[in-house]
């Protein structure tokens, strides 16, 4: 079946220490998201890339990186820079940016601190 | 940017009642409004979507309104059953991003 993976379900990190969520999807899609989710708060927008080896800043980028060497793969590090890095992290794609068609999601990463 | 807002927050309906949920947005070149539902734990995932050039949409129980001029979109889901209680988000995309509203917790209760 084709659709996103997200790894590891569950991730803890200790202060100080950078953390890399994995996202995989086998759907063709050119771009790929990740947003962070926090209790009563809608998807805030991470980082996001249209194509391979390109990537843009979201709305809250700071303490996060990211990487596109293939087009099935946008993983996701948290830096310890990131101060608040508790949340739920959901990786999404679509078959193209601009192309409004609905994004595709996983089934997130919940990233807690040690 | 664009500014989405939903409401209500929380919805508790009685099985087989209908459930509303209502969005706004800010920017008029907003043209693509998708409607989400997100189980505990889980990811969003796609229940229905309406593009600027449609007023209404409807898929089995759900339906997808939109008023353009106002800047308004709303869900509708009628003969409500258990398995809808779920979070629900709506969003607005204009080019290559989506701007989410803060959720609505649907319970119905049997």
């Known amino acids: ?114 | 940017g664009e500014n989405v807002e939903q409401h209500p927050s929380t919805l508790s309906v009685q099985e087989g009642d209908s459930a509303v949920i209502k969005c706004t947005y800010s920017d008029s070149a907003s043209n693509y409004f998708p409607w989400y539902k997100q189980e505990l734990g889980k990811g969003p995932q796609l229940i229905i979507d309406i593009r600027s050039n449609v007023g209404e949409k409807k898929d089995q129980r759900i339906a997808v309104t939109l008023n353009k001029t106002a800047k308004h979109f709303s869900l509708h889901i009628t003969e409500t059953q258990p398995e809808d209680s779920a979070v629900y988000f709506c969003a607005a995309s204009e080019r290559d991003q989506f701007y989410f509203g803060t959720g609505t917790s649907l319970t119905v209760i049997p």
């Open chain 1, 1 to 114: 079946d084709g659709g996103i993976t997200q790894s590891p379900k569950y991730l803890f990190r200790k202060e100080g220490q950078n953390v890399t969520l994995s996202c995989e999807q086998n759907l063709n899609h050119d771009a790929m998201y990740w947003y962070r989710q926090d209790p009563g708060q809608g998807l805030r927008l991470i980082y996001y890339s249209q194509i391979v080896n390109d990537f843009q800043k979201g709305d809250i980028a700071e303490g996060y990186s990211v990487s596109r060497e293939k087009k099935e793969s946008f993983p996701l590090t948290v830096t310890s820079a990131q101060k608040n890095p508790t949340a739920f992290y959901l990786c999404a794609s679509s078959i193209f940016a601009g192309s409004n068609q609905p994004q595709h999601f996983g089934d997130g990463t919940r990233l807690s601190i040690l």
